[in-house]
Each structure stands twice: as C-alpha cells, then as structure tokens.
C-alpha cells in the first residue's frame, strides 16, 4: 500500500490521496488529506506526533496536536504507516510498512532503518492458542562514544 502513496509530484496527487485513503478504509477529510500529503510525498521517513505538528504548522495546515495523535493511529490501523514505540512515552511512526529494524539514536531521539536481513532471529516462541505472530520489532539503541 505505501507504494501506492507515493506517486511522483503531479497535480493530481490529491486525488491518488484520496483514493489511497478510501481504499484503507478512511474519510478522506481535509486534515487526513494535509497530513497524507506531509507524511507520504518524500523519502520513507520515521516521524512523531509533535514533529508532524510542526511540519502541518509550517504548512499552514490548521490541525490539534489530538487530531494528529488520531490520525497517525488511524493510519497505523490502516497499514499505512509502522508504529514503532521506543518506551512507554514515544512512538514514531514510519511510513515504510515492510520488514526492517531499527536504531534508535538516544542522543539525538532519532530512528534509522536496519535492513531485515541484518539481523537473524531464531528461536521465536509459538503463538499463544488462535494467535499468530505477525511481525518482530528489533530496536538497537545506540549513543555517540565521547
């Protein structure tokens, strides 16, 4: 589906927007359509609620801080983005879908993509009864050495 979203820049990207949001399930409101653009017009990118804020901020596009929070879930629930939570209080949210892993600078409160075939993982338990694994987070947090 992220594939999909990113269509080269052309007038008619609003539409392949909409059309994108449609198929996910979603109202292509005004906000959601703003926030797609933001999130979904460049490179895969990892981004939080408050550094989208302030893009739709600088874009002149009217929206809370709680509608941002909704709709980066919304899209979440919709497989168009990848929520990744580094602890309890801090998600990012990446716009590349597939199977990769992360780092995470603490220093710099940023996340890398790792590429899925950099790190092995053997051994994952059986799902509990009627559940399937769906996918492994691996999260290396690294700092800068002084």
Known sequence: MTATIRA?????????????????GLRPTRQRLALAELLF??????????QLHSEAEGAGVSVSLATIYNSLHQFRQAGLLREISVDAARSYFDTDTTDHHHFFIEDEQRIE??????????????APEGMKVTHVDVIVRVKRTQ
């Open 8 to 24: 080269e820049a052309h007038p008619s990207r609003g539409p392949c927007l909409m059309a994108v949001l449609r198929m996910a």
């Open 41 to 50: 017009s460049g490179p895969h990118r990892h981004v939080n609620a408050e």
């Open 113 to 126: 993509d790792i590429p899925s075939d950099s790190i092995k993982i053997a051994g994952i338990p059986d």
